[in-house]
């Protein structure tokens, strides 16, 4: 399967800069072989300035993967709404005509909400309607070993839990969805913030709140590994897009 990781940082473009998270994907592919399945995964990297340049090569694609960000969502102007715009417009095309699937995580949960209608706002409602290039240094933020609760059945969850039931992520977020988008289903929440994880039923596209990425280490086994959650997640979210792909492939 072919991915794309969208990078949607306002800062200069890194390919290196979610080397952690292109990593994650990679190594949660090889976990689908304990189900059965051999998914051989690549990954390739654009930032969101430069998306529209490249899109002629974008229905060669299986999957895209929304990335973080670093700063307030209000601190994106002009040139990069624009950008950002013809992000939103070609997601909603390829998610309704081209079954694409799509992850969207932690920033890109909140980006994701954005392109289908949601509604995203800082944790702490005491800085609303600011715009700083940088989240105040004293307001709330959810960061570290959480524990969220499940909200719905689902298959994102296979190998970690059965609702109703609870388990371990990592966070690290200064702002949060406030409004579900229409049509989209809130599957998790914490004590802090309420939509931790959401999908659009019907389609292979979900937002994280969390970082599945994260707490698992490079360096760890899967039986190790102190946080092994988001690794069976983003394994779930690749078996249900090579499902998807393969549906596609023989229509």
Known sequence: MHGLLIDIDRKLPDASRYQELQN???QAAALTQISGL???VSLNYIHFT???DQRPTFPE???FILSPQGCPWSYYQGRDISHLNIVAETIREF???KQLSVLG????HQFLTMVFGGEIGLIDHNYAGIVTSAYPKNCVAERGPTVIRTLKEDPIFEGITVHPGKFGVIQNHV???KIVPPAFINLASSELSGSQLIRLPGKIVYGTAFHPERGWGDKKSFQEAPMQNG???LANFLKMAYAVSNYADLN
């Not at 995580?105 to 890109?108: A, F, N, R, T, Y």
């Open 50 to 52: 430069n998306f529209e």
């Open 95 to 97: 998610v309704f005509h």
């Open 231 to 233: 690794k069976i997640i």
């Open 38 to 40: 051999s998914i051989n």
């Open 175 to 177: 702002e949060e969805v």
């Open 61 to 63: 694609y299986d999957f």
């Open 24 to 26: 994650g994907i990679i």
């Open 105 to 108: 995580i932690c920033g890109g």
